[in-house]
């Protein structure tokens, strides 16, 4: 049937001359009145070529930031599910210069506790001191961020940061997506966004509660219960507010304000820590004058076994020492396999011919020894050393250098 004058087809209007249905007909009708009318050429003249790439290639990289940032860098965001069943890796094993295990480092040692079995001066301690709007943004402290940028543009260095409770919480259980040795705008952007993902997941109080449970405080100490332990020989839900102050005064570098190594470093920051609560009104400033007080008093310290075959307990010893202050806490989140110089049969050796002489000269053979016997006494090594006749071997490759 022929198309009447006047119809939609004769007018140009039906799909064919509108360029197809829906959206795309619709745009193209559109373009061309626009032509027809001279709105073409204010869009020619207003937004030449150079300009229309410009706002293109804005738009590609506005929907590329997009799609990374909700897909975490395209790899896809850490479960963090997780959370309530993390734990660290396995003992990291120490190997000698053969590849023949020496001892397997001490696994990670933690104890959950419930943050309503917690003192309120715990909780008040952290958050004075790592954070403390914490419970008023969504995982990232933006004013602190911008605060932190300035500082260290002011200091020419990194002298402050700008993490949150939640963005440290992140970097502690998804150390493989968030290297804390990494100090990258990617990972910045991606510790933001885990953060994010456990705002969205958690409560407050639960996130407090993981933190407490998660914080590193040394060596293989992980969590406030086991740090209470270990450092005061109390449970968490013992502890007073001194004690809760020097334990939330490491987490910014757990072996420099360690209280038994560095009691005077120790009990500066602690007391920052007193003065921080006092100034955000978290505790009274007569509580604080008494806290500041107070000496710090630790418990005997009970070095952490080392598991398997050790046969060099001092070389393991240092060892440990050595990894932790380049490692940190990411020591123990996974199963590495550590490779020395450590050479069995000289490490034999070596014990053999000290033990001969130390017993050589508590029996008398370069005249009569002062102080108690080395061999006799029961406790004659322990943490704090001993006040016994003791003796040391060290053997260096003359070529390589190595010990």
């Not at 003192?119 to 602190?144: I, K, L, N, S, T």
Request: aromatic residues 6%; positive net charge.
């Amino acid at each position: 049937m022929e198309p009447r004058e006047g119809s939609a087809e004769a007018r140009g209007g039906g799909p064919a001359a509108d360029g197809g249905g829906g959206v795309a007909g619709s745009a193209a009708s559109w373009w061309r009145r626009a032509r027809e009318s001279g709105g073409g050429r204010w869009i020619r003249e207003y937004w030449p070529p150079p300009r229309r790439h410009v706002l293109v290639a804005a738009g590609v990289l506005a929907l590329a930031g997009w799609l990374l940032w909700r897909t975490c860098g395209l790899a896809g965001c850490p479960n963090v599910e997780v959370l309530t069943a993390y734990q660290p890796g396995n003992a990291p094993v120490v190997l000698d210069r053969a590849g023949g295990e020496v001892a397997r480092l001490s696994p990670v040692s933690r104890e959950l506790v419930a943050l309503e079995g917690l003192p309120d001066v715990v909780a008040e301690a952290f958050m004075a001191v790592e954070d403390r709007r914490f419970r008023e943004h969504g995982g990232v402290d933006w004013r602190r961020v911008v605060g932190s940028l300035l500082a260290n543009v002011r200091a020419g260095g990194v002298e402050q940061g700008g993490s949150t409770i939640t963005m440290q919480l992140a970097r502690n259980v998804f150390p493989d997506r968030l290297p804390g040795q990494e100090r990258t705008l990617r990972r910045k952007l991606l510790e933001v966004r885990v953060a994010r993902e456990i705002e969205d997941h958690f409560t407050k109080d639960e996130i407090l509660e993981l933190y407490l449970n998660h914080i590193y405080f040394g060596g293989p100490i992980y969590g406030i219960e086991t740090a209470a332990r270990h450092y005061f020989g109390v449970g968490a839900s013992g502890l007073d507010l001194a004690q809760a102050a020097t334990l939330a005064a490491m987490p910014k570098a757990p072996n420099s304000y360690d209280p038994r190594d560095h009691p005077e470093r120790a009990r500066e920051r602690r007391d920052l820590v007193l003065s921080l609560m006092v100034a955000q009104g978290r505790v009274d400033s007569a509580a604080a004058a008494g806290a500041r007080d107070r000496r710090i008093r630790t418990v005997r310290r009970r070095p952490p076994p080392e598991r398997g075959p050790s046969s060099a307990p001092y070389f393991v010893r240092a060892v440990r020492r050595s990894l932790e202050a380049r490692l940190g806490d990411a020591l123990y989140t996974r199963p590495y396999r550590i490779h020395t110089t450590l050479d069995p049969s000289a490490q034999a050796a070596a014990e053999s011919a000290l033990t001969r002489q130390l017993r050589a000269i508590e029996r008398g053979a370069y005249g009569r020894p002062g102080g108690g016997t080395y061999y006799g006494a029961p406790d004659a090594v322990g943490p704090e050393g001993t006040r016994y006749l003791q003796g040391a071997v060290v053997v260096l490759d003359a070529d390589s250098g190595d010990v």
